[in-house]
């Protein structure tokens, strides 16, 4: 692995992920460091192009179609941000990676996983994240909060709720090295709290006294 560090969160569309990547960024930079925020898919010039066709509700994609954009735009910012950042000893993170196409094209869709895993690994060059922390909310409360915030859904967004129930499931499944459930129902400053819990206790050495905390977390 790279001298850096990469930390991914993921969750189904409500979880507030882009507002905990942004928390975890900015309590990173209060503690001197300068880490890279990324969203996927989007993050080049290139990958933004493809997020906008992507999550156009105009444009229509059948699934595999689907899996190759969302990893081209992937291959994109791995190749020009992601790996570079790392390699320079930097802290990146992301709101989604690899986990959201098992999630949403994978289960959500009915891609095969094998199909999915495979095109990932092309995508990411076998990158894999040291941190993975995974967001855990029902698809109705997902759904509530968009609502509320007044949000005009997008492609994937506007799926039917049997397409959103299986990316949850998904996701509460989730398992493996490096990966961390957290409660998506808490508000932001707990969740916040949890999260950054979770990557002090992941790497002690780089983030337990930073943000103001000499003594870690």
Known sequence: MTAGYFIVVEGPDGAG??????ALAERMREGGLDPVLVRQPGGTPAAERIREAFLD????????????YICAARAHLVQEVIRPALATGRVVISDRYELSTLAYQGAGRGVDRQ??????????GGLRPHLTLV???????????Q????KVGDRLERADAGFHRRVAAEYLAAAGEGV?????RAPPDQLLEAAWAAVAAAAPERFGATAGNPEGV
Not at 17 to 22: R, Y
Not at 115 to 124: G, I
Not at 147 to 150: N, V, Y
Request: glycine letters at 6%; zero cysteines; hydrophobic letters at 45%.
């Open 17 to 22: 992920k882009t507002t905990l990547a942004a």
């Open 57 to 68: 509700p105009a444009v229509h994609f059948e699934p595999h179609t689907e899996l190759l």
């Open 135 to 145: 967001l855990d909310i029902s698809p109705e409360l997902g759904l509530a909060r």
């Open 180 to 184: 961390r459930h957290l409660d998506g």
């Open 115 to 124: 199909t999915v895993a495979l095109v990932n690994a092309v995508a990411t």
């Open 147 to 150: 609502q509320e915030s007044g």
